[in-house]
């Protein structure tokens, strides 16, 4: 929370048309956040369940009555092991790990944020609020990278047993062994996908929250939407781009729609208005041309 004082020199300012920074993106923040995914929970299980193919195989070549429940047995047991391996702290570390960092970067944006307005530095400590904010995005991570997993072995026993005699797409005992490996590794690619997708969409709604947390804490009541500017930029965001907007009034145009990093893969930011004088229609850039969605 800011001291009194900077809530007083806030209140005071009459800067409405004076331009404050974005602060950096979250790129090396999402990157980092992907690396520690892969390095504690997907690459563990990717390369458990090669190690794994010989028992797969075993249970692929089973009578075709009791295929499905060996098969279902196998895959079982060998998730039951990668969960005593990979416990709960571990899936939490990278979450926790990039939420850490994304509140330490909310915490430099807005005191350069409020050093550019005001020409004056800002104590701001973590309150009550903030940690609970945190952690329920830390949690809701924890289950994200959980359906990861889910959804990997749940895949790789339904296209083994496709491959496995009796299945959909039956094929021959000579060759099953590869079969199964193409299956290991195009499944664990999806997982690597799945997990890139998570740290891009995740890492921005984190810094978005944040920002709208420590910005209305400040009494900041209206934002100026700024986008990327580049070709990534979806059309409606484009429109939006250097127009403000209400905190209290979240735009609504589309089913995923928010403010400025809210919606899935958005990189738009709000950039705080400092304007405690009352309500002033802020001039909107003029566009230069649509942009490709994203």
Same mark, same amino acid.
């Given at each position: 929370?800011?001291?009194?004082?900077?809530?007083?020199?806030?209140?005071?300012?009459?800067?409405?048309?004076?331009?404050?920074?974005?602060?950096?993106?979250?790129?090396?923040?999402?990157?980092?956040?992907?690396?520690?995914?892969?390095?504690?929970?997907?690459?563990?299980?990717?390369?458990?369940?090669?190690?794994?193919?010989?028992?797969?195989?075993?249970?692929?070549?089973?009578?075709?009555?009791?295929?499905?429940?060996?098969?279902?047995?196998?895959?079982?047991?060998?998730?039951?092991?990668?969960?005593?391996?990979?416990?709960?702290?571990?899936?939490?570390?990278?979450?926790?790990?990039?939420?850490?960092?994304?509140?330490?970067?909310?915490?430099?944006?807005?005191?350069?944020?409020?050093?550019?307005?005001?020409?004056?530095?800002?104590?701001?400590? +973590?309150?009550?609020?903030?940690?609970?904010?945190?952690?329920?995005? /830390? &949690? %809701?991570? !924890?289950?994200?990278?959980?359906?990861? #997993?889910?959804?990997?072995?749940?895949?790789?026993?339904?296209?083994?047993?496709?491959?496995?005699?009796?299945?959909?797409?039956?094929?021959?005992?000579?060759?099953?062994?590869?079969?199964?490996?193409?299956?290991?590794?195009?499944?664990?690619?999806?997982?690597?996908?799945?997990?890139?997708?998570?740290?891009?969409?995740?890492?921005?709604?984190?810094?978005?929250?944040?920002?709208?947390?420590?910005?209305?804490?400040?009494?900041?009541?209206?934002?100026?939407?700024?986008?990327?500017?580049?070709?990534?930029?979806?059309?409606?965001?484009?429109?939006?781009?250097?127009?403000?907007?209400?905190?209290?009034?979240?735009?609504?145009?589309?089913?995923? +729609?928010?403010?400025?990093?809210?919606?899935?893969?958005?990189?738009? /930011? &709000? %950039?705080? !208005?400092?304007?405690?004088?009352?309500? #002033?229609?802020?001039?909107?850039?003029?566009?230069?041309?649509?942009?490709?969605?994203?």
């Amino acid at each position: 929370m800011p001291t009194p004082e900077t809530t007083r020199k806030l209140r005071e300012a009459k800067l409405t048309r004076r331009r404050v920074p974005t602060g950096p993106s979250s790129r090396l923040i999402e990157r980092s956040y992907l690396g520690l995914i892969l390095a504690d929970v997907v690459e563990p299980m990717i390369e458990m369940m090669l190690a794994e193919v010989p028992a797969l195989l075993a249970a692929a070549g089973v009578r075709s009555d009791s295929l499905d429940l060996t098969l279902r047995a196998t895959v079982g047991d060998i998730r039951i092991r990668f969960g005593q391996l990979v416990t709960r702290n571990i899936f939490e570390r990278a979450p926790r790990s990039a939420a850490g960092e994304t509140n330490r970067q909310s915490k430099r944006i807005i005191r350069r944020q409020v050093k550019a307005a005001l020409g004056v530095s800002m104590v701001d400590a +973590d309150d009550v609020q903030t940690a609970a904010l945190v952690d329920a995005w /830390v &949690a %809701r991570n !924890v289950a994200l990278i959980r359906t990861v #997993e889910s959804r990997y072995f749940e895949t790789i026993q339904r296209k083994i047993l496709e491959l496995a005699p009796g299945g959909t797409r039956a094929v021959g005992r000579e060759g099953i062994a590869d079969a199964i490996t193409g299956v290991v590794d195009s499944t664990g690619r999806t997982a690597r996908f799945n997990a890139a997708r998570i740290a891009r969409d995740q890492a921005g709604k984190l810094k978005a929250q944040l920002n709208e947390k420590r910005q209305t804490d400040l009494g900041v009541t209206e934002y100026t939407w700024d986008t990327s500017n580049d070709e990534r930029v979806r059309d409606l965001h484009a429109e939006r781009d250097q127009r403000r907007f209400k905190w209290a009034e979240p735009p609504n145009e589309t089913e995923d +729609d928010g403010h400025p990093g809210e919606p899935i893969n958005c990189r738009c /930011v &709000a %950039r705080p !208005v400092f304007d405690f004088t009352g309500p #002033e229609e802020a001039p909107s850039r003029p566009l230069t041309g649509a942009r490709p969605s994203t």
